[in-house]
């Protein structure tokens, strides 16, 4: 029987300080019918699991989130056999109990994003899959027994409002999104989110509090780069409290990828285009997406 992969996906702070982490590493270009991914994604090992780890920004930091090619990234992610895929995030706090430093495992989203990609299927037919639970229950209650082999306070749920950037927030939107319910604030998590439940995949969000976002005055006594200073310093913290998660995660006796899963059954239902109406070629193509 083949050995399961898990997905990972790097956010800010996090992609190279994890990728030091994985062993016996082989680096697989993956073309897909998007276009290239953010980069080559390394294939290993961490703790005692396969992984396949992808820099969302790329080498560099060189995208910004409404650049980051989110349906190239999960398409070849999923054409290597991907079925459960774990991101990382930073995020800026919406709530007073979410201190920087912190990890947030999120359970649902408010999206606000509108210059991105969103689908795979436009080209295909209609599909419309069920998202009303964005994040996969199963791999979450996964991450949260694991989270409590470590130090770090960890949420067992929030409201993420993925904005579209790459300008932060005004103080009315940032004020807006806290009577909406919101959480968290940040900018990469959507179309993400939901390109991975087209791709019937298992998908959890650590999200990495960095500061608090601008509904919540500075200290009138710290200049530009003292606040810069410690906004880094927060989002660093996190993300080694988040790469100790991850590793206790990939340690885990839980099963992390479950065929009988509902986010692995997620397109039984979801294509309403007669099939003789679906172009054969692009069938072909997108053909790892009902696998």
């Not at 964005?134 to 989270?147: D, H, K, S, V, Y």
């Not at 919101?182 to 999200?207: F, H, N, S, W």
């Not at 919540?216 to 906004?231: F, M, T, W, Y």
Request: charged letters at 20%; a negative charge.
């Amino acid at each position: 029987m083949t050995e399961k992969l898990i997905g990972i996906i790097g956010g800010s702070g996090l992609g190279d300080a994890l990728a030091e982490k994985i062993e016996d590493v082989t680096l697989q270009e993956v073309d897909t019918p998007f276009g290239e991914p953010s980069g080559p994604i390394m294939v290993g090992r961490l703790g005692a699991n396969r992984v396949a780890f992808l820099a969302r920004h790329g080498e560099g930091h060189r995208f910004n989130p409404s650049q980051v090619p989110y349906t190239a990234n999960i398409f070849a992610l999923k054409s290597l056999g991907v079925t459960a895929l774990i991101a990382s995030a930073a995020v800026g706090s919406l709530r007073e109990e979410i201190a920087p430093g912190h990890l947030i495992l999120v359970d649902q989203f408010i999206d606000k994003t509108f210059r991105r990609q969103n689908t795979f299927f436009d080209q295909y037919g209609a599909v419309h899959a069920e998202f009303a639970q964005p994040c996969c229950t199963r791999l979450r209650e996964q991450i949260m027994m694991a989270a409590e082999k470590t130090q770090a306070v960890t949420h067992a749920g929030a409201i993420y409002v993925c904005m579209e950037g790459p300008q932060f927030s005004t103080r009315a939107e940032s004020l807006m999104h806290r009577t909406w319910g919101g959480d968290l604030i940040g900018m990469t998590a959507m179309p993400e989110a939901k390109l991975a439940r087209e791709a019937q995949m298992c998908y959890a969000l650590v999200a990495l509090a960095s500061d608090y976002d601008c509904w919540r005055d500075h200290d009138p006594n710290k200049d530009k780069q003292s606040l810069l200073a410690e906004i880094i310093g927060n989002l660093n913290l996190a993300t080694q409290n988040a790469i100790k998660l991850i590793e206790a995660v990939l340690e885990t006796d839980g099963t992390l990828c479950d065929e009988t899963c509902p986010c692995r059954k997620s397109l039984e239902l979801a294509v309403w285009t007669k099939p003789e109406a679906i172009d054969p070629a692009l069938k072909s193509d997108l053909s790892p997406l009902f696998t």
